[in-house]
């Protein structure tokens, strides 16, 4: 079974400046896809970024990076210039491709507070 | 452009009661699922289903039920609430993986809390 780690339980961030929050998983699959979500107060989960394994090149969404390290089982998220509305809680996810259902398995969160 | 919608939003329920949580898709999604939410944890799957009348269980699906008539809909059956399952419960939906478009859709969240 895969496993998903989080190991920063909280971190905070000075508005304009740059985080990084770390995941690991652990997995004997080839084929997979990682993610990151967000869930602000509001509860609402949005996906901020995904990366395919297969793909070598670190996904980017404007401000929101990822660094894929695939030997080191390794999938941090950078978040430059942070904004407010960052302010949320954090999950990495794992996704296995298989035939019957895509189901995600999460870690356990990270809660990032942006100051302003 | 509703997307996935749960009711209800919030529920109280006393020790021994049952209910439904009612989930509904409007994107044609082949795939749904539940999954449960405690205090400062991650999510972890409960049921999921890969199309109308298809259903297989997940990490904690003791002490729920399932049934997916319809492709839109996806109700989550608690028989015999326990304070255990005091949580906030997730429904999303997606299309197969191998159609490329992986990604879920979820739902604004129900908060249940058993005393």
């Known amino acids: 079974a895969q496993t998903v780690t989080q190991s920063q339980p909280e971190m905070s961030v000075q508005e304009a400046e740059t985080v990084t929050l770390s995941c690991t998983y652990d997995?004997?699959?080839?084929?997979?896809?990682l993610f990151w979500y967000k869930q602000p107060p509001s509860r609402q989960m949005i996906l901020v970024i995904r990366q395919e394994a297969y793909k070598q090149q670190n996904a980017t969404e404007n401000r929101f990076s990822v660094n894929f390290q695939k030997a080191a089982k390794s999938f941090s998220l950078k978040i430059s210039d942070s904004q407010l509305g960052d302010t949320a809680m954090y999950f990495c996810a794992f996704m296995k491709l298989e035939e019957y259902g895509n189901k995600l398995v999460f870690g356990a969160g990270t809660i990032l507070r942006v100051k302003s | 452009n509703a997307g996935v919608t749960q009711t209800p939003k919030f529920r109280i329920l006393k020790i021994g009661q049952s209910m439904t949580l009612q989930c509904t898709q409007d994107m044609n999604h082949n795939y749904m699922y539940w999954y449960r939410q405690d205090p400062g944890m991650g999510l972890k799957l409960i049921y999921y289903s890969v199309g109308a009348g298809i259903t297989d269980k997940g990490e904690v699906p003791n002490g729920y039920n399932v049934s997916r008539s319809t492709t839109e809909d996806f109700p989550l059956r608690l028989e015999l609430a326990a304070p255990s399952q005091t949580s906030v419960y997730f429904c999303?939906?997606?299309?197969?993986?191998?159609?490329?478009?992986?990604?879920?859709?979820f739902g604004a969240g129900s908060r249940l809390t058993v005393l």
């Open positions: 999303a939906s997606s299309y197969p993986l191998q159609s490329g478009a992986n990604v879920l859709t």
């Open positions: 997995t004997s699959e080839n084929n997979y896809y």
